[in-house]
């Protein structure tokens, strides 16, 4: 019997956070001559709270400097000032694009506002270039492809600054563009100093790094938690500032077969460089991140893991990791008073209680009847490819390391032990509750390698 499992939503624990302060930028204007004569600053409001995912996208090329020196290569009167794409020292340098950021089109493009560039036709394929909005544009491109993502609002303070840009800058065709600003250029061959460029980008407010809170990286809760954690477990991170978004991975955020190792730009790494490897992200929100160990991390009992978030990576909180370190679903809403139950499914889908577990009817485990448990950790299965890590899992598997289960004093038959289908690092174990345990509550023991799992757990059982 492979059933699968209708609580899925227990295997990663949520924490709705909101979003903080939008933070503040400042972008130095210059000419690009070897002085940086200036220009003008232009401070910028990124509005996290209304385009998270582009605000996330444009600070991850900011803080790593990808936008140092930067350009403006498009300037059209009364419409727009285009910039993002290339950089200036001595030469042109196209910026390197991440990959496609999804639109998230709220506010209007009126005059001072920061909007993102994007491709004709496709409301889904901005990537690094950006504009400022000159004028009330709102009529044309509030409504065109889905709509031009605002995201940010320029200070009044320093609008005078893009009026600067326009009224002394002449618009021309120059090497690759129709319609570059040239600065208080005439005629003749343009000089370095005629193009304005930004040399560099600024927090007004200090920006919030992230931060992983002691003891903050643990196996997942509603399977036991623990600081032992093993390859392709699903671990939590908690902490402060790991995100600017709360939402679980989707389809969309896969490369082809394989989960994300960055989503929203959050990744998590294990171990140090060389043998440093990325994992598997699940969930991210301010203050929690759930991300599956990659099947090749270093084993050992102090393994650095790093959460970067936006360029800036949290301090090193060291875990052990082992190839097996097995937790089964036993969610706190399923302790009463002292007794932790276990969380096991029939083939109906009906789960087993006592009677004594909120919002589930009175149905204890009758004797001979099969079971499903669901567990995290329990390491690599056969067939072994596709890798049992950061993929949906797709058949049955067998565990490479088998458990054993005791129901009271009784062993129970195991017919089933390997990976659940269609889903991503969980475990599926079927038993067949021994015929002679009798009633009550009985301690379920589990065993692999030949040491007890160090969760104590309960199953109800019926009368005979």
Do not use: C
Request: hydrophobic content about 40%.
């Amino acid at each position: 019997m492979l059933t699968r499992f209708l609580g899925y939503a227990l295997l990663l624990s949520a924490v709705v956070a909101g979003q903080g302060a939008d933070p503040r930028i400042r972008m130095k204007v210059t000419q690009g001559d070897a002085a940086r004569t200036p220009i003008g600053d232009i401070e910028v409001t990124l509005l996290q709270s209304v385009a998270p995912l582009t605000v996330a996208n444009f600070l991850k090329y900011m803080n790593r400097g990808s936008f140092n020196n930067m350009m403006f290569h498009r300037l059209v009167s009364g419409f727009v000032l285009q910039g993002g794409g290339w950089t200036y020292t001595e030469q042109f340098t196209r910026i390197a694009s991440d990959g496609k950021v999804r639109n998230e089109y709220n506010i209007s493009n009126t005059r001072g506002t920061l909007a993102m560039a994007k491709v004709d036709g496709d409301p889904n394929s901005a990537t690094t270039e950006w504009f400022f909005n000159l004028a009330d544009n709102s009529a044309n491109l509030n409504t065109q492809n889905g709509g031009f993502t605002v995201f940010g609002r320029v200070s009044d303070a320093s609008l005078p600054v893009l009026d600067k840009i326009v009224a002394n800058s002449r618009v021309t065709s120059f090497s690759m563009w129709d319609s570059i600003p040239l600065y208080n250029y005439r005629i003749g061959t343009p000089q370095a100093g005629n193009i304005v460029i930004i040399p560099s980008f600024q927090a007004v407010d200090t920006l919030p790094t992230p931060a992983i809170s002691d003891n903050g990286v643990v196996s997942n809760t509603t399977f036991g938690g623990g600081q032992v954690v093993a390859r392709g477990s699903h671990i939590e991170i908690f902490g402060s500032n790991l995100a600017g978004t709360t939402r679980s991975w989707t389809t969309a955020d896969m490369n082809g077969s394989v989960l994300p190792t960055t989503v929203d730009n959050v990744k998590v790494t294990f171990g140090v460089k060389p043998n440093e490897r990325p994992g598997y992200v699940i969930y991210v929100s301010p203050n929690q991140v759930n991300v599956q160990v990659p099947e090749d991390a270093p084993l050992g009992d102090a393994v650095p893991v790093v959460l970067n978030y936006n360029g800036y990576p949290t301090s090193a909180v060291n875990v052990a990791v082992r190839e097996t370190a097995g937790g089964i679903l036993a969610p706190p809403s399923f302790k009463v008073g002292e007794r932790q139950y276990v969380v096991a499914q029939r083939a109906s889908g009906q789960l087993v209680s006592g009677g004594n577990i909120p919002d589930l009817a009175n149905a204890p485990a009758v004797p001979g009847e099969t079971l499903v448990l669901y567990g995290v950790g329990l390491g690599d299965v056969t067939p072994g490819y596709p890798l049992f890590a950061g993929r949906i899992a797709q058949g049955q598997t067998t565990l490479n390391h088998p458990v054993s289960l005791k129901v009271g004093d009784f062993d129970a038959k195991v017919t089933y032990q390997g990976l659940a289908p269609n889903f991503v690092g969980l475990y599926q174990i079927n038993f067949e509750v021994p015929s002679a345990v009798p009633a009550g509550d009985q301690k379920l023991t589990i065993s692999q390698r030949g040491e007890v799992l160090p969760q104590e757990l309960y199953l109800p059982v019926k009368a005979q």
